[in-house]
């Protein structure tokens, strides 16, 4: 009752963590895709093992291999972060594993973290140990004698100074900490590597670097090389040999033979891989290699030969000769963008990389690869959707391309890799679907670049709007320009850079539609710490900022076109009532620090002056939570946070039901949160949905699905949330209350592709079926339940759930009437075998119902009750059966239903009475047993042998049915010499003819009505065998009594 209290209050004036419990059956399921895979960070590897294999990714938290990668379990799902800077094993405890969250490559997308985590058990269990506020972790070391001592490398805020930075270290498991370097609160601790030989000889590469909004310093006199030889209490800043200008990020590794050998790989003016043979005291510049050092910089020499280098960049870089001399094709036909190489100390031909594009494996030292597209790991940053059937999904992936892939597919197996396409190249930002021609898609990269696809030829076109003359400044697009496709016209598209442009015929012309809607003030006159952007020796230069300020989100108005709305990442927000015409209302939002980054801006559809816009202030170091809702154009506005943590991340986006305004929905840095009052109150909403960064999300308006793109787990659907639509205040107290079902579907399934191991990857189709979805007000006791699908007042089917809670409740109808026949145990047996090992799932259930018309649900628990009306619809593909050859199959299946009944009965005769007897020709058996007149016994073993010949009509050979035969006697029955041909038992042909004749959409064939007709008669022929049989137990049971002994059941 408490919690019901609680929700009933949550849905009008208060909200409460524990309520959303109450949705606990509604389950999120993974669609991928899987196929471009995403950035991965980092890897350790149980070297005495090297199948074990754990893996930190950018944002996809971590995941754990036993078969050397074949395929993988992510083992961080419940924590509170998915960022991974940093993972490590300990090789003298391989249980003991360490994570370091937030990742450490400094990009404009990067998350940030909370600290490190601790296993003992291999990843099963984690315990937070600290270091809250390091957000980004860049290497964690762990004693090779002594699993307790531990360093960690904490590179500190990205966007702003803090002091919990440096290096850090702990001698009792991370009970305590000591900060054992730090530099100043600018400066981290990015790398870290250790002497083989001598664990407390350490060296360590400070790193100084600070990103804004509008650019990046990516170095200072912060940055340097530091050794320690007494395991942190003492330190020596190396300088001999590296440059004496101001250095970037650093990567370091110590060749694992000989402790001397120390490589470098050092951002400067002198950028390059530096060697030092004497422990770091002198360093030599070996070449100038060193791609994009803040987002690369990772050096790997071969554990068993120095002059083997590895760097990882764009492409990697591989050296033979000490790294004097690099190649970029060593490593070919993988994704590029480089982050993470391990390096098989026992044999130096495994390797394992990560990349922007997943994990790949070489056994050959790099010459040719596997790449495991099992992961789904991309990195959405926006997504929407089509109206086909199933509909299909469109977004952009982090140095991924933009792909479209299906919702669902009528493989049994789900959703493949091989389903999705891509659409666009570069990085993938927004997509649009034309929605009247589904086959033109709009896809867009990073500074502008969209173009519009035809899939049918697969040609693309560059729709990007172009400056009017050369003397014109350039316009400036975001990393991530904003798309809108217009409800109001489909050829009307809009766009935002520094202007908003307009194009009324697909992209093909363009117009400026607004004055610059950002502050305009040229970022040369800004300062990162403070070094003026515009001097061009500061290192990693505005990496990743191509232009700024520019638009950054942008919508229409559903009520009425020309209401457009737009934001900035210089803090604008500007709405316009005429779409020529355009008011500045920044100044209207209360507690918002000055020129903080607009996320998203977010029209109604109910009303014309009603609008939600976030915040995101993290580029600013300000991790708050800023959303606001207005509902007079802006003129004033309405924090609307409660129920969202503060100070914990930052919201990205927020969507609104289309038929309900009070169902909001936002995603964020750290998850998914629902409102079900218009945003006054917020409640986590996660279920089995991993706590990701969520970068989208959309609301199909047919289906009713909720779409989530997450930024590191790939996209993610909720099917059917009408039992979320439908919720008021009310419903808590209601002691039942069936929702809305939408229509369930014949899809016609197939296993498309079997045996294909276990390194496959398929997103998760819908539940097939009708789903069901209903409110208890508490949980009820199972006998009270019952729940009915009914057609025209005849019943169809019982539905049968295990348990049901309080709250809502989720089952799905599989479209089919109850068995004319119940399932034996041995059949339930092998439905639950069946889905346990993955393979397609099996019915449960009768034949399946036929399409059209009105069914109800009905749900009964006690004296309390409430039914929905629902439809059921053919496939839609299925165009050529007509309802004359319809009502032909349905005739033939009802006569088979019948039979099912018939054949049944026949059998459940037959196997009580063969049961009987041979329960007690085994009583005879036994040593104390009084064994009845020889005559008896002989007459036994007649009837006995009658009902084995009679078998067969009703027990597949070698399976006994629901017999309680012996082991032994079951293989003597499969020992039998076996004939030409066994004509399955009659139960068995019935439920044959029933799969044949629904198998296909068509009226039965000549061939099939024959069987029909022979099933029919062996029934009949059965039923005859029977009587006999009755005749013989009955002149038995009569020799039995005269003897006074017990008799066996008549059938």
Known sequence: MHRLLILAATLSTITSAQSIDLFKPLHFREIGPATPGGRTDDFAVVERNPNIVYAGTASGGVWKSVNGGLSWKPVFDDQSVSTIGDVTVSQSEPDVVWVGTGEANNRQSSSWGNGVYK??????????????????????????????????????????????????????????????????????????????????????????????????????????????????????????????????????????????????????EESGIYRSDDKGEHWRKMSNTNPRPMYFSQVRVDPNNDQRVWVAGVNMEYSEDGGKTFVQNRITKIHVDFHAIWIDPSNS?????????????????????????????????????????????????????????????????????????????????????????????????????????????????SIRPREDDDKMSRYRFQWNSPMVNSKHDRKTLYYGGNFVFKSVDQGDNWKRISPDLTNNVHRNTLSIMGKKVEDRTTLSRNDGVAASPSITTLAESAVRAGILWAGTDDGNVQVSRDGETWKNVTGNFPGVPKG?????????????????????????????????????????????????????????????????????????????????????????????????????????????????????????????????EQMNPQTAN?????????????????????????????????????????????????????????????????????????????????????????????????????????????????????????????????????????????????????????????????????????????????????????????????????????????MAGDLKKSMDDMRPLFVNRGFGGEQNVSREERLAELAKPEPDFVLPAVTQRVQQMINQVESYSAAPSKSQLDQIALTKTAIADAGKKMDGLRGEVTKFNDAMNAAKVPFVPVP
């Open 119 to 268: 296993s003992t058990d291999g990843g099963a269990r984690w315990t937070h140990m600290g270091l809250k506020d390091t957000h980004h972790i860049g290497r964690i070391l762990i004693h090779p004698a002594n699993a307790n001592v531990v360093y960690v490398a904490a590179q500190g805020h990205l966007w702003g100074p803090n002091e919990e930075r440096g290096l850090f270290k702990t001698t009792d498991g991370g009970k305590t900490w000591q900060k054992v370097l730090y530099i100043n609160p600018d400066t981290g601790v990015t790398d870290i590597a250790m002497d083989p030989q001598n664990p407390d000889t350490i060296y360590a590469a400070a790193y100084q670097r600070r990103r804004t909004v509008f650019g990046m310093n990516g170095g200072g006199p912060g940055s340097a090389i530091y050794r320690t030889t007494d395991g942190g209490a003492h330190w020596t800043k190396l300088t001999e040999g590296l440059p004496k200008t101001d250095l970037g990020r650093i990567a370091l590794d110590v060749y694992r033979r000989n402790g001397n050998v120390v490589y470098a790989l050092v951002e400067s």
């Open 349 to 461: 031909d495994n390797m394992v990389v990560g990349c922007d594009g997943g994990i790949h494996f070489s056994h050959d030292a790099g010459r040719s690869w596997d790449s495991r597209e099992n992961i789904a790991l991309g990195q959405f940053y926006e997504i929407a959707y089509d109206m086909g059937r199933p509909y299909k999904v469109c977004g952009g992936l982090q140095d991924n391309s933009s792909w479209c892939g299906p919702s669902a597919t009528t493989n049994t197996r789900g959703i493949p890799n091989s389903e999705w396409y891509t659409v666009a190249g570069g990085d993938g930002f927004y997509s649009q679907i034309d929605q009247e021609e589904p086959w033109i898609v709009y896809g867009e990269s990073q500074d502008g670049n969209i173009i519009r696809r035809d899939l049918r030829t697969h040609e693309s076109k």
């Open 596 to 724: 903080t980054y607009v996320s998203r801006v977010v029209p109604s559809a109910f009303d014309a002056g009603t609008a939600y816009v976030a915040f995101d202030g993290h580029r600013g170091d300000d991790y708050n939570i800023y959303l606001f809702k207005t509902t007079d154009f802006g003129e004033t506005w309405k924090s609307v946070t409660n129920g969202i943590p503060k100070n914990e991340g930052t919201l990205h986006v927020v969507r609104e039901h289309p038929r309900n305004k009070n169902l909001l929905f936002a995603g964020g840095e750290f998850g998914l949160y629902v409102s079900f009052d218009g945003g006054d109150n917020w409640q986590e909403f996660k279920n089995n949905l991993p706590r990701v960064p969520i970068d989208d999300l959309q609301i199909h308006p047919r289906d009713n699905d909720l779409i989530v793109a997450t930024h590191g787990r790939s996209a993610w659907i909720l099917d059917s949330i009408y039992g979320l």
């Open 734 to 938: 209601t002691p039942v209350m069936v929702f809305h079902v939408r229509p369930g579907v014949i899809w016609k399934m197939a296993s498309l592709r079997d045996f294909e191991g276990h390194d496959q990857f398929y997103g998760e189709n819908p539940p097939y079926g009708a789903i069901i979805d209903f409110w208890v007000k508490s949980k009820p006791d199972m006998k009270d339940v019952k729940i009915t699908i009914t057609r025209q007042d005849k019943l169809i089917a019982t539905l049968k759930p295990k348990s049901l809670e309080a709250g809502l409740n989720r089952i799905v109808w599989d479209m089919r009437a109850d068995r004319p026949v119940p399932l034996t145990a041995q059949e339930e047996a092998q439905i639950e075998r069946q889905a346990a090992s993955g393979g397609p799932a099996q019915p449960r259930g009768g034949p399946l119902v036929d399409p059209g018309g009105e069914y109800t649900v009905e749900v009964q628990i006690g004296s309390n009750k409430d039914n929905k009306k629902f439809n059921i619809q053919d496939d839609p593909r299925i165009t050529w059966f007509t309802q004359a050859d319809r009502q032909k199959r349905r005739a033939a299946i009802d006569e088979l239903v019948g039979m099912a009944k018939d054949a049944d009965a026949l059998r459940k005769k037959f196997t009580a009475a063969d049961q009987s007897i041979t329960q007690l020709q085994a009583a005879w058996k036994r040593p104390d047993a009084v064994k009845p007149a020889a005559n008896i016994q002989k």
